[in-house]
């Protein structure tokens, strides 16, 4: 076939606007405000390496609570009919249509100190807890923003099992834990990879849900480059160096999951 | 384990819903309160339809949606066809390189797009302004991708053969693409054309970055919104939004019934 | 499902019939120049202007919707655009690709900006209304010869606090307030570095304009301290914190908290003995303005005693124009937290721009001491990429013979 022409107007395109801006990033980096060549930007981010550490951490923990919850849901979703397969389905994909912005302004005012549940508390004669501004609501903002990406691909790795097998091994003499170990586990484990990476990523860059629900103690690395670029630190090339560094840190990250998931992999499954 | 599987499922689906049922509840509260509900009304739902700037910011994210997702499609089926017949090392190259901006941060592609549009402006010199174009171009951006690995797992499927054939038949390299190619992929133009412009009307963090004055779109003008002064017109608008996304969503699955239907009729 | 769309479609419907319970008061515009006015009536002009957030009359609450009734009086349109902070305004614009043809920063970033070459010079003699102003608002330090700027509002920065939430006999007439451990959690602050630091500045004793590095840094170690007490740092969130009764006690602009008051009569305000910040925000014209005489207009529009006076009202923002002034109800003029007794202005200060090495010292406090962490050291976001790195190798070793043992 000659097709190959057919590619060139994206080729182009391709290059223009991902690989140049990608270069871009890391010429800022290594210029300093005058233009020539420096290192200061790319030392200067160890400045922030307690922002960075609490960013990882947070989006870590996100993704695990994530992983647990979606796992036993989409396993029990794949074992429904197909009818209701479908319904739950679409209940889970239905929410992520709705702007993450409003979703994460909906649990701001359900956790704010006068907010909804604190005044449930209230009714119960508890609280009122400090909710709102915490870490602990970085992390629900995050999975409840994420889990469906979690959930997802869980789910249809976990379609393809086929019931026969864990019959099998229940005759086979498995126990329960026995079938999830040897069986459901190691054949689920591409979803696992893919939930992984599509819940960290954003979770660790995320600026937007940190300064809804953060508080002042909670800065993560997306906030960090924001100031720099629109906020009230403007320094394009220090912003370019921690851009740098997130790319390294989720670079990173794809190539540990991809220890796993080997196979050439073609449209993901959103 | 049957009822605790459905108990599971349950409590997750509340968990999902609560804080959606909660905005709607609270978009037809009388009061601005977000805690006590004063009394039943539709004032921000009037509120909202006579406030220019969300109505205007709406109108570009649709647009820019539509465009972008013309484009996209457009070079992005060209590049999957075109991908399709590269050598193996040269494809590994290019598809490593169109998985940028899906597995990049969506931080750091909003951060190297403006620096790309600085970078024309001051150092190339191109008339190049953050606003309607830098919007359309960013999104053509990040959204391609999706076109390209939502057809090229078709093109991998359909029989070679059939190109063939084709030109066999007497058809030009062009014919044979539109008349044979094109049809056999069609299923994966329409996923990857659909992605596209869900990904281009919910982008929030790239368009901040390349937006400028001129034109905002909904999801900058949601951002700006809860920053300020909070009305609870938000609270109207994400339940027209998700009223407009069940219907879609409900019509869509008729509609792929009724097909389901009518092609198993046909089959028999 | 059927019945939710039936009843969307009926929700439309009422919305649709409902006749409008927002409009916007009307500008009576009878003793506007109409000729100046209508010079660009049918030209298609379209002009960007920038501006803080919460800062003008824009038709809710039944208020006048100036940039309608300049669009309606002119025909040019008007693309309005906020920002959160003078700072992030400068971000904006310096990132360059953008143009704005009118913008409202405050004084100190105006010094800046005219350094920079960021600003263009008024024509005068197409801004009648200038005459209007009070002569105590021009040739400021930040324009000596007035060539660039043109005053909008001017105001205080004043210490905002809930009755009922912060101790009676509490002392509300000083900084430390924003200090006191008993609101932990329960303060807000500044989400900019100018103010946040003049406020640490005053603490501690100094000038709002340090004089020296040694003082910033002070500034950013009482600042440091201060951030296990915020409960957030917040621009025009602060609005909504207060009302709701989020948050115990904040600093503010003035006449944002008239407008906060009206929300919350819980609400009172206090000047700290220290002294305070006191501030102009100008109407400027960056160097990027690509409709000058249209921007020049706006300015003029701005200017009008009767835009002036609905401005002021619904923003609650004090003004320089004269004209307005006269227009304004004694109500008004004589509320001591907008328009302050002698003592406290004497007590005021300006914010002016800052020798670089100060200026430095600012940018990086600042963009550091949210980042107090001190349990992480220096070394450790290195050694954690080199082990990250190294598990990434092991990983793939290990797999690699994996492999070869099962072929």
């Known amino acids: 076939m000659r097709n190959k022409v057919l590619s060139a107007p994206y080729l182009f395109w391709m290059v223009l606007f991902t690989v140049v801006p990608l270069i871009l990033v890391a010429y800022y980096a290594l210029t300093g405000a005058d233009g020539g060549f420096t290192l200061k930007n790319v030392s200067d981010v160890r400045q922030f390496s307690g922002v960075i550490f609490r960013s990882v951490w947070l989006a870590v923990i996100a993704t695990l609570i994530c992983l647990v919850m979606a796992y036993p849901l989409a396993y029990s979703m794949s074992r429904l009919r197909p009818q209701m397969q479908r319904v739950a389905l679409l209940m889970v994909m239905l929410p992520m249509w709705i702007n993450f912005l409003l979703r994460t302004y909906a649990w701001m005012t359900l956790l704010e100190n006068t907010g909804l549940i604190n005044q449930l508390l209230g009714l119960l004669g508890i609280g009122p807890l400090q909710l709102i501004n915490t870490q602990g609501a970085v992390v629900l903002g995050m999975v409840y923003n994420y889990v469906p990406f979690m959930i997802l691909p869980l789910y249809s790795v976990m379609t393809k099992i086929d019931q026969g097998l864990i019959h099998a091994a229940q005759d086979l003499g498995s126990n329960t834990l026995g079938v999830f170990v040897n069986v459901v586990l190691p054949l689920s484990m591409p979803g696992i990879t893919t939930g992984i990476t599509m819940v960290f990523v954003p979770a660790v860059s995320t600026f937007a849900i940190s300064r809804m629900l953060g508080g002042g103690q909670n800065l993560m690395i997306g906030d960090l480059i924001e100031l720099q670029f629109l906020g009230t630190s403007y320094n394009p090339n220090l912003g370019s160096a921690i851009s740098m560094v997130l790319m390294v840190l989720v670079l990173l990250l794809m190539s540990a999951m991809n220890q796993y998931a080997d196979e050439e992999k073609e449209g993901m499954i959103i | 384990m049957k009822h605790l599987s459905r108990i599971y499922t349950g409590f997750c689906m509340f968990f999902l819903y609560l804080p959606i049922f909660v905005l709607i509840v609270f978009s037809f509260n009388e009061s601005k309160s977000r805690a006590v509900f004063t009394g039943f009304s539709f004032k921000w739902y009037q509120a909202l339809f006579q406030n220019d700037v969300i109505l205007t910011a709406l109108g570009n994210t649709l647009l820019i949606a539509l465009i972008s997702t013309l484009i996209s499609t457009l070079i992005g089926v060209a590049a999957a066809i075109g991908i399709n017949a590269m050598n193996r090392w040269l494809r590994g190259v290019v598809l490593n390189t169109t998985y940028m901006p899906i597995v990049n941060p969506e931080i750091v592609t909003g951060v190297s797009l403006s620096l790309l549009f600085v970078f024309m402006r001051q150092v190339l010199g191109l008339p190049i302004e953050l606003g309607f174009m830098s919007l359309i171009l960013a999104h053509v951006t990040f959204s391609t991708p999706y076109v390209i690995l939502n057809v090229l797992p078709k093109l991998r499927q359909m029989d070679k053969n059939l190109y063939h054939a084709a030109m066999d038949l007497g058809c030009s390299p062009m014919q044979a693409v539109l008349r044979v190619v094109l049809p056999e992929i069609m299923p994966g133009i329409i996923t990857g054309a659909f992605m596209a412009f869900t990904y281009s009307i919910d982008d929030f963090i790239i368009s901040y970055f390349v937006s400028g004055p001129a034109v905002q779109t909904l999801p900058i003008v949601i951002y700006s919104m809860t920053r300020k002064k909070v009305s609870p017109e938000i609270n109207a608008l994400s339940t027209i939004i998700f009223l407009v996304v069940v219907g879609v969503l409900f019509i869509s699955n008729i509609a792929q019934d009724r097909w389901a239907i009518e092609t198993r009729k046909r089959l028999n | ?407």
């Open chain 3, 1 to 407: 499902m059927k019945r939710i769309v039936i009843f969307a479609l009926i929700l439309m419907m009422l919305v649709g019939l409902a006749a409008p319970a927002f409009a916007a008061t009307p500008l009576d515009t009878s003793n506007m120049d109409t000729a100046y006015y209508s010079r660009f009536k049918d030209a298609g002009i379209t002009i960007n202007v920038f501006n803080w957030g919460e800062y003008i009359s824009d038709g809710r609450d039944g208020s006048v919707d100036i940039n309608a009734e300049f669009e309606a009086l002119t025909g040019i349109k008007v693309n309005y655009n906020m920002f959160e902070s003078n700072e992030a305004m400068y971000a904006k614009l310096k990132g360059g690709s953008v143009s704005y043809d009118v913008v409202i920063p405050s004084d100190y970033m105006i010094s800046q900006m005219i350094a920079e070459d960021m600003l263009l010079p008024l024509d005068f003699s197409n801004i009648p209304n200038a005459d209007n102003v009070d002569p105590k608002f021009l040739n400021m330090t930040y324009d000596p010869e007035n060539l660039y700027t043109l005053p909008y509002t001017w105001g205080t920065v004043v210490i905002i606090y809930n009755t009922t939430m912060v101790d009676p006999d509490e002392d509300v007439e000083t900084w430390d307030i924003l200090w006191n451990e008993k609101y932990a959690g329960q303060i807000l602050m500044f989400d900019n570095p100018r103010d946040a630091y003049g406020i640490a500045l005053k603490k501690a004793g100094h000038s709002l304009n340090p004089a020296s590095v040694s003082e910033v840094e002070e500034a950013t170690e009482l600042l440091k301290a201060q951030n296990k007490l915020v409960q957030t740092y917040v621009m025009d969130q602060i609005f909504d914190k207060m009302a709701a009764g989020e948050a115990a006690v904040g600093p503010y602009y003035a006449g944002d908290f008239i407008t906060m008051q009206n929300d919350n009569p819980d609400l009172a305000a206090a000047y700290p003995r220290e002294g305070t910040n006191i501030f102009v925000d100008c109407m400027v014209i960056p160097t990027s303005a690509k409709q000058k005489e249209a921007a020049e207009m706006y300015i003029n529009f701005m200017l009008e005693p009767e835009v002036g006076l609905a401005n002021t009202e619904y923003i609650g923002y004090s003004t320089p124009n004269l004209a307005t002034l006269a227009l304004l109800d004694e109500e008004t003029t004589g509320n001591p937290i907008t328009y302050p007794p002698s003592e406290t202005m004497e007590k005021a200060e300006f914010f002016l721009d800052l020798p670089q090495e100060v200026k430095l010292a600012m940018d990086n406090g600042w963009s550091t001491f949210r980042n107090d962490d001190e349990a992480f050291n220096f070394w450790l976001m290195p050694v954690l990429v080199v082990v990250a790195l190294a598990a990434v190798a092991m990983m793939g070793i290990g797999r690699s013979r994996k492999k070869k043992v099962e072929y």
